[in-house]
């Protein structure tokens, strides 16, 4: 299917990054739902995100964007606080791409506002571990679903509090309006020359 292979290439350098297991599992899961994930944009309402996160594949934009925040939030912790584990860093690479899976998938014309407990237990259902699941699942900060029955409050108290935060802030900062970092579009942009010529003039895009 042209979207599963597509899907692979667009996130190609964030799943190198990512170990066998969880690179196995993530690929099977882009041949479970390419449809919602690889063409709607990403919010419904237009209230939440910038003008490219509304565009056809807006959804895909979004999650890129995620990915590369997280990267820089990783990086400013681990010099400023400390080491984070790598088996660690690897479930929040993966809760990155993961993060909005359920984001539409019920019905075709607005998205799931639980699509955080959506997204983790479709995660749990395919084997991913509790971090990648949890992180999902309170990936909202304090609007997550969970934490709105008690009126947003608890996150502090949730298992592996500091790196779910990780996560939450790098959705923050992608889903504001300001951030319109251009990543290429999956049906026209040229990866592979983007790969081969990386650090030359004209293919400086930050994530290569
Ligand atoms: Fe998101």
């Given at each position: 299917m042209q979207e599963y292979s597509l899907l692979v290439s667009y996130f190609g350098e964030q799943l190198k990054l990512i170990d066998t297991e969880n690179r196995n599992r993530l690929i099977e899961v882009f041949k479970e739902v390419p449809e919602d994930f690889y063409y709607k944009?990403?919010?419904?309402?237009?209230?939440?995100?910038?003008s490219i996160d509304n565009l056809t594949h807006g959804l895909l934009y979004h999650t890129r964007r995620v990915c590369i925040h997280l990267e820089s939030i990783m990086k400013s912790y681990t010099m400023v606080v400390g080491e984070i584990k790598k088996v660690d860093i690897d479930s929040l690479r993966t809760a990155a791409i993961l993060h909005d899976i359920c984001k539409w998938s019920l019905n075709g014309t607005h998205t799931n506002a639980n699509h955080d407990t959506l997204g983790s237990d479709y995660a749990k259902s395919k084997g991913f571990n509790d971090l990648v699941c949890e992180a999902i699942r309170y990936h909202?900060?304090?609007?997550?679903t969970d934490l709105l029955k008690n009126g947003g409050k608890g996150l502090r108290e949730i298992p592996h509090f500091t790196l779910i935060l990780m996560l939450h802030l790098a959705d923050m900062t992608a889903s504001s309006?300001?951030?319109?970092m251009f990543i290429g579009?999956?049906?026209?942009?040229d990866f592979d020359a983007m790969r081969n010529n990386r650090g030359k003039e004209g293919y400086d895009v930050r994530w290569w």
């Open positions: 944009p990403s919010t419904s309402s237009n209230r939440y995100h910038n909202s900060g304090y609007w997550s309006a300001d951030d319109v579009n999956p049906e026209t942009f």
